[in-house]
């Protein structure tokens, strides 16, 4: 059974820092790209970053360009967001994603594995 947690969010005040982590099992994805999305309250899942099967290639929001950061350990399957410089809109449930393939999407329906998703809060 494949599974992807995630863990680390939290309530954080403006300006702080979080390092999300999301660990895979039930089979490894060092083939395949994996990526963060959001959701905040009563709007659509919205992509945040996304990691290429090697790591080497990176694609975020404009949002978040120069704040976050997204890294992964193909050895502990486990991708990583690091996220500096919080901002009240950054609020939301962040939900690591998994493809079954190497190719780049932005589109969450192109996901095909998810993780329940962990609360992240900043306050103003």
């Known amino acids: 059974q494949v599974q992807l947690v995630e863990s680390g969010g939290g309530l954080v005040q403006a300006g702080g820092s979080l390092r999300l982590s999301c660990a895979a099992s039930?089979?490894?994805?060092?083939?395949?790209?994996m990526g963060w999305f959001r959701q905040a309250p009563g709007k659509g899942r919205e992509f945040v970053a996304v990691i290429s099967w090697a790591g080497g290639t990176t694609y975020y929001t404009d949002s978040v360009k120069g704040r976050f950061t997204i890294s992964r350990d193909n050895a502990k399957n486990t991708v990583y967001l690091q996220m500096n410089s919080l901002k009240p809109e950054d609020t939301a449930v962040y939900y690591c994603a998994a493809r079954t393939t190497w190719r780049i999407e932005f589109n969450p329906y192109e996901y095909d594995f998810w993780g329940q998703g962990t609360q992240v809060t900043v306050s103003s």
């Open positions: 039930g089979r490894t994805f060092s083939s395949a790209a």
